[in-house]
């Protein structure tokens, strides 16, 4: 059965996961990780592959992993990226997802975390490439500055953000407007050099240059 980015969408089961592992997270006080973020990640994803001349169809499978990478978190946060992709599993295998399609998501979801991460395919690289550039006030759920953390203050301090790709498709830029009264750029450094690296990494796989600039300056 061909499963369409709709039928991911619209299927009551996988809402209600989204919903409950985001829950579970704001408990322990992570940032959004609901709709705004499997949907922003799974049209980031799917954008990075049609830029980078990959089919529709394999765009539309990168687009189901970005929609569906953090659904583990219901389990827990640990190893959530391991217990995303069987649950993923199961849920596309009773939809009658082909193997190899569905073996395809579920590596791409089983290795977008950045402790264990590492763009093991072309789908891989672009959910973890659209999961780490989702850096944006809206996912901080603290509104207290006082109770700020270092996470926070880094998400909160960012305005704008856009990830895209150059004109002649060989960068792929992630570029940020941040407020320095709230958070400088040794700070951002601090917590997501990991994951810069790891964008590095997956671009490379993309045959991309990856590319950080903070208010105008290129820094990677």
């Known amino acids: 059965m061909l499963i369409t980015a709709e039928h991911i969408k619209n299927n009551p089961t996988i809402k209600t996961y989204i919903q409950k592992a985001d829950a579970s997270l704001g408990a322990m006080g992570f940032t959004e990780h609901a709709f705004a973020h499997a949907a922003r990640c799974a049209e980031t ?3 990075i592959l049609l830029k980078t001349g990959h089919s529709e169809r394999d765009a539309e499978l990168a687009y189901i992993a970005g929609y569906m990478h953090d659904i583990g978190n219901v389990i827990n946060r640990h190893d959530h990226a ?11 295998d009773n939809m009658g997802m082909p193997a190899d399609e569905l073996s395809t998501i579920i590596t791409a979801i089983g ?14 690289a672009a959910l973890i490439l659209a999961d780490k550039t989702d ?18 203050r880094v998400n909160y301090s ?5 990830t895209l790709i150059s004109e002649d498709n060989t960068r792929l830029i992630l570029s940020l407007e941040i407020d320095p009264d709230l958070c400088s750029v040794m700070e951002y450094f601090e917590i997501f050099l990991d ?21 105008g300056q290129q820094l990677l």
């Open 195 to 215: 994951r810069m690296i790891l964008c590095r990494k997956s671009a490379e796989v993309l045959n991309l240059h990856f590319n950080l600039i903070i208010n």
């Open 158 to 162: 960012v305005y704008q953000s856009e």
């Open 45 to 47: 994803a799917k954008y």
């Open 135 to 152: 850096v944006r006030r809206t996912r901080v759920r603290n509104r207290d500055f006082a109770k700020f953390d270092i996470h926070d």
């Open 82 to 92: 391991q217990s995303s992709a069987i649950m993923a599993f199961r849920i596309l």
């Open 111 to 124: 290795n977008h975390d950045e402790s264990t991460a590492f763009p093991v395919n072309d789908i891989a």
